[in-house]
């Protein structure tokens, strides 16, 4: 995963992953994303500019499409955590999810 400024200045923000559906904050200090494969998938989240990528979810076997919420104090994703997939609102970092 690389991270490309404006002036084409990059940082390799990790190691080769199946990274998808990367989100920046309002604010662009943060970015969230899943990691994962087809059946194990969680969303991480990873502090500008110098990390670290963080595990964000921890239940489920399939987290992905990350939203920052519009205040940037929580992410809303899909899961399948419970009896089907939904979608879930976490506060950020670790907080309790509501479906």
Avoid: C
Wanted: proline content about 6%; overall charge positive; aromatic content about 8%.
């Amino acid at each position: 995963m690389v991270l490309v400024n404006a002036n084409g200045t990059s940082t390799n923000l990790g190691e080769a992953a199946n990274y998808s559906t990367p989100r920046f904050s309002k604010d662009g200090k943060r970015l969230a994303l899943a990691v994962g494969s087809l059946s194990q998938r969680d969303v991480f989240t990873y502090d500008l500019p110098a990390g670290p990528l963080t595990r964000f979810t921890t239940e489920g076997a399939i987290n992905d499409r990350p939203e920052w919420t519009p205040d940037g104090s929580g992410l809303i994703f899909r899961s399948n955590r419970g009896a089907h997939n939904a979608i879930w609102q976490q506060t950020a970092p670790g907080g309790s999810a509501t479906q």
